[in-house]
């Protein structure tokens, strides 16, 4: 039995994960509209609460909602029994309770006091809401008196399109007209109506009354899991201003026996009373009934654009239904350049139009110099710009899946600038850009490109060189010279290939420390991630990217993952630095200043993991590859999700390993790791991988896996691929047969159409 079912199932039929007993701790699900304008992510529990964050255009970001801050209640108003859906945060127990995670809602069933709750937690495509449809039948003969209680506690604060910090000034008003509560921050640092939000009833009819401030709601004790409903309170239209502005917002029912209904809230943001209004008049409870339907429409559909067949049920579960999911959070909560342009490459997999969309968007941010902002919404233009190297292979890869090289001649704007460029332009001026702002070892400047090792520069040595950074700009070198080629721009390809050569000689000089790369250069020659250092002797990143970007010699690549298995290997996949710092250093950065072992200080990263195996496939190594696939895959053998404490639809950021907990999730979203991992598990080692003419067929899967089934959706046509690898050779294509026919060669050619069916022998 795996680790998961003594929590619940999969429900395949559905693509949803049903839990049913009391989880390790809360587990959460991801919600979202449709990224682009205005953006808005939740979380939902399986006690029904979570964060919830807005972002716009611009970049403003606003915490809407905080952690432990949201909650349904559920009470008997004859006797004041109260409860809530999960029986949480009010300790009153609830029966036959069960939370379904779906792709597109969450909902808990559970029954007390002989009423039975279904309480659905969802966001349509095209609103910046969060709705909560909650039926409620009462299961006695008997008429019943009921109040439902919404709550949310508003938070208000994050930062503007710049990166700034915004503060809390916030004030309630209780507003009768829209049957709920508006909350104001009028912090001076708030530039625009992004940092409002709102908590409303549809259920005008049985609407009491609405309270504006958490102490309103609550005892002595200021907790949620302790408000004054269990002595028989009810809302009084107070309004308030202060840090712990909330909203309340209560209805009543009389339930004839046996009897069913329904009540509907949404806590969401807006500019003003006006916008609220607007809301409430196009939304019914059949509209959102309808958004429903609408979100699980476009969820299927990139449910079957690809699919596997492992016999792996973790695996194959958690790719098939959740990994897409995960991907398309990353694209709304990711702030980083370089992460949202690798998660828009892995994006194109699913739905091409969304990823071109965003890629588009971020390119428009760019700096005519070939810069680009620090971030991407919000632009921390405070701090110094970014080189984005990750834009010359992500472009390529996006044309790769799509086939749609009209991206190029798109014309897009440079930042603060009146100049328009075509994409194809754009990228070379990023070309510029990293070959020439360089340090004295010819390696590109260190950039924003480094945080996801966590670095940030240092101040008392100097300017710092990238080996990662320069790394990955020789992977795109290599993709803009075969694209240049495509586009029949010979020049260009010989000058992406001379630019190469420079790097690629200048990395093995300077950055090969003797059995791996080096990691960053000092200008004071200090060496991160050498052999003479005591601390921070190695990091997995940058051994990947130099197998990834070609430019470690067969020998030197060999050696570069060999080190990685010696030192940087555990059970629960890949430390991303070894050994970890024990001490600031100033010389390192932030790094060196977290706690070793328990966050990127040391502890196994799933990102660099992910970009790992795929290194694996291409040095001939898919027993690597598929362990460490599997260590990452949520409820691993070896780290069951008792012990790590994530959901098994759920690919965390990493595992810590320090001795205290080894394995144990670690704290935050894992940003960037779903793109990765779905590119890892689909074109590497099922082996369905993009190309220019079609698709290429070269799996690298491991003996534990005699056969496997992979349904690729490319270009328009269905690939139902069925590969043999009963004889254990495990690596590359002995046969493929398309349709009946012996195929020549390893690419499916571009049928653009129907359904094909292929059979591959290792």
């Known amino acids: 039995m795996s680790s998961f079912e003594q929590y619940g199932k999969y429900l395949d039929s559905e693509g949803s994960f049903e839990l049913a007993e009391e989880p390790p701790r809360k587990w959460s699900n991801l919600h979202y509209n449709e990224p682009g304008e205005n953006e808005i992510l939740s979380e939902a529990t399986n006690v029904g609460d979570g964060t919830i964050t807005v972002r716009d255009m611009a970049g403003n970001t606003c915490e809407l909602v905080g952690r432990h801050a949201k909650y349904l209640y559920i009470r008997d108003d004859e006797s004041n029994l109260c409860f809530t859906p999960w029986g949480s945060p009010i300790p009153t127990p609830t029966k036959l309770r069960t939370c379904q995670f779906h792709p597109v809602h969450t909902t808990i069933n559970s029954t007390c006091a002989e009423l039975r709750v279904i309480h659905r937690i969802f966001i349509p495509r095209r609103e910046i809401f969060e709705a909560w449809t909650t039926t409620l039948q009462n299961l006695t003969d008997r008429p019943r008196k009921v109040s439902l209680f919404a709550y949310a506690h508003f938070q208000l604060t994050g930062t503007n399109a710049n990166g700034d910090p915004v503060g809390k000034d916030n004030h309630s008003e209780v507003q009768p007209d ?13 530039l625009n109506y992004r940092f409002n939000g709102y908590l409303v009833t549809l259920n005008r009819a049985e609407y009491v009354a609405s309270s504006g401030y958490r102490d309103f709601f609550t005892r002595e004790s200021l907790s949620p899991g302790d408000p004054k409903i269990l002595t028989g309170w009810n809302c009084d239209n107070k309004s308030l201003s202060g840090p712990d502005c909330a909203a309340i917002v209560q209805i009543r029912f009389n339930l004839p026996p046996r009897f069913k209904i329904r009540a509907d809230f949404l806590l969401g943001q807006a500019k003003d009373l006006r916008e609220i209004r607007s809301v409430l008049e196009r939304t019914t409870p059949t509209t959102l009934d309808q958004a429903v339907e609408e979100q699980s429409t476009v969820e299927k559909r990139r449910t079957v654009t690809f699919s596997s067949d492992t016999g792996k049920k973790n695996f194959d579960n958690f790719l098939n239904y959740f990994s897409k999911r995960q991907t398309v959070r990353d694209l709304i909560s990711t702030q980083d350049i370089s992460s949202t342009l690798e998660t828009d490459a892995a994006l194109t997999l699913f739905d091409y139009p969304l990823a071109r969309a965003n890629c588009l968007r971020v390119i428009a941010t760019q700096n005519e110099d070939g810069s680009f902002p620090h971030g991407f919404r919000p632009a921390h233009l405070g701090k110094p710009p970014v080189s984005a190297a990750s834009l010359l292979f992500a472009v390529p890869w996006m044309i790769k899946e799509s086939g749609d090289f009209s991206i190029l001649d798109e014309v897009a704007p440079y930042e603060k600038s009146p100049t328009t460029e075509t994409v194809w332009e754009h990228l070379l001026r990023s070309i510029h850009f ?3 702002n360089l340090g004295p070892n010819g390696l590109c400047n260190e950039s924003q490109d480094d945080t996801v090792d966590g670095l940030d520069p240092a101040t008392k040595t100097g300017s710092r060189e990238s080996v990662l950074v320069t790394e990955k700009f020789c992977l795109g070198l290599i993709e803009m010279q075969e694209l240049a080629l495509r586009r029949g721009d010979k020049r260009t390809s010989q000058q992406m290939k001379e630019i190469f050569t420079r790097f690629h000689g200048q990395l093995n000089k300077v950055a090969w420390d003797g059995e791996w790369y080096a990691r960053a250069i000092n200008a004071n020659g200090y060496r991160l991630g050498s052999l003479r ?23 030197r690549a060999k050696s570069s993952l060999e080190v990685v298995d010696r030192f940087l290997e555990s059970d629960y996949g890949l430390a991303l630095v070894a050994p970890a710092f024990s001490k600031y250093d100033e010389r390192i950065g932030q790094l060196s200043a977290a706690r070793p072992l328990t966050s990127e200080n040391g502890a196994a990263v799933h990102h660099a993991a992910a970009v790992h195996g795929i290194a694996d496939c291409l040095m001939g190594r898919p027993e690597r590859a598929w362990a460490l696939l599997q260590k990452i895959t949520p409820d691993s053998a070896k780290n069951p999700v008792s012990n ?3 959901e098994p639809f759920t690919l965390p950021g990493g595992y810590s390993l320090g001795k205290d907990w080894p394995g144990l999730t670690l704290p935050g979203p894992g940003n960037g790791v779903a793109p990765w991992y779905i590119m890892l598990a689909v074109e590497w080692i099922l082996g369905a991988r993009r190309h220019y003419d079609g698709l290429l067929i070269n799996p690298s899967l491991s003996r534990e896996v005699p056969r496997a089934k992979v349904i690729r959706t490319f270009r328009g046509a269905r690939y139902e691929i069925e590969i043999d690898n009963t004889v254990g050779r495990c690596v590359g294509t002995q046969t493929i047969t398309l349709n009946g026919s012996t195929l020549k060669g390893n690419i499916l050619p571009d049928m653009r159409s129907g359904t094909h069916f292929v059979k591959v022998v290792i």
């Open 434 to 436: 990293l070959s020439e």
């Open 533 to 555: 250092n005591s601390e921070g002797r190695i990091f997995t990143s940058v051994q990947s990217w130099a197998v990834l970007s070609q430019i470690a010699p067969p020998d």
């Open 644 to 646: 790590s404490l994530t």
């Open 178 to 190: 829209i049957c709920g509560v508006f909350i104001q921050n009028r912090s001076l640092a708030v």
